[in-house]
C-alpha cells in the first residue's frame, strides 16, 4: 500500500512538472532580439527543420531561443534546437 501510494505521488509530481513546462511564457523588455521573428541568420541555419523560425525569439529569462508551436488543442513555446537536438541559447557573461 505504500508503495502504491508513493508511486502516486511521483506520477502526480511528473505530471505537474510537465504540463508547468508548457505554460512558460516570456516576459519581454522591450528589446527587439526577444520580439517574434528577430533571429540571427546564425541561429536559423543552425536550427533544425520542423521548427517555425519566423516566431522564434530569445528569452531573455534563460537566455535561450524559443519559438510557437502550433498543436491540435493549443500553441506552446517550445525550445528551438539544433539538428541534434540541443537548445540554441547565447553565452552568458561570467
Known amino acids: 500500500m505504500r508503495v502504491l501510494m508513493l508511486k502516486q505521488k511521483i506520477m502526480f509530481a511528473v ?5 508547468a513546462g ?12 526577444d520580439q517574434p521573428g528577430n533571429v540571427p541568420e546564425a541561429v536559423i541555419a543552425m ?20 519559438y510557437e508551436h502550433s ?6 513555446l517550445l525550445p528551438l534546437r539544433t539538428a ?5 541559447c547565447v553565452a552568458r557573461e561570467a
Open 15 to 19: 505530471a505537474l512538472s510537465l504540463t
Open 22 to 33: 508548457c505554460a512558460i511564457q516570456p516576459t519581454g523588455s522591450g528589446d527587439s532580439a
Open 47 to 66: 536550427a533544425a527543420p520542423d521548427q517555425d523560425v519566423a516566431t522564434a525569439r530569445l528569452v531573455p529569462e534563460d537566455g535561450c531561443y524559443w
Open 71 to 76: 498543436g491540435p488543442v493549443e500553441t506552446a
Open 84 to 88: 541534434n537536438g540541443n537548445p540554441i
